[in-house]
């Protein structure tokens, strides 16, 4: 029987921290790994492991062209303090246009399928681009965000992006990560201070209140609990958990 990098690493990850995660995934998983941001409080706390241990992994994001003006400062104050460069991955223009011709410059509130068009062609389609030939894709999720994140893995195969998926700091609090931040001056988002814990594009969050789920305040008009863009979904909507079982590159025999 042969074993997956996914089953190997799986308990050995589970025992580590952060920074001793992110140094094992890149021991072991061969070939191109990738980091992708938004800069939330989580993705701060894994930018500056990556960064200040010079681990060979990009930091990219994805500029939809709606952030909030804050995110924007945080990028730039990010680069600053580490002196690297943060790669971003931007709508391709023709089906941007398109988009905005059929459904106008705010169309995504007026359905869900609205939302989901304009959710593909600003962030699910640029992710594709960013993830095309990467074998590990890390992500800042936390199983305390949300319902639908509860369940999520430390790692499994992403068979959507034909990649291993990381998130290692599935089982921190979100607590635990603001502490960090602190620790380490860490540049944050000015807007957490406002009240919006999960921050995407300026059109779709608000602030949250108190004892509100942590992603409450991301597309606050649709009822749906299970509210995702679509970037860590599959086809069925559901948060992608990978199989039990992952088809993952076998490099331990
Ligand atoms: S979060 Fe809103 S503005 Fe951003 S891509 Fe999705 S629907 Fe469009």
Redesign the pocket.
Known sequence: MTVSIAEILEPRLAALDLDHRLQLVREFIPGRLVFTTSFGVEDQFITHSIFTQGLDIDVVTID?G?LFPETYTLWEETEARYARRIRAAYPQAAPLEALVEEQGVNG?YKSVDA?KA??HV??VEPLSRLLDGVSGWITGLRADQSQARADAPLIAFDAGHKALKINPVIDYTRDAIVEATQEFSIPVNGLHAKGFLSI??A??TRAIQPGEDERAGRWWWEQDDKKE?GLHVGEDGVLRRGPAKPAAPEVFG
């Open positions: 939809t709606r995504f939302r304009c959710c600003r962030k995407g594009c059109p779709c863009c």
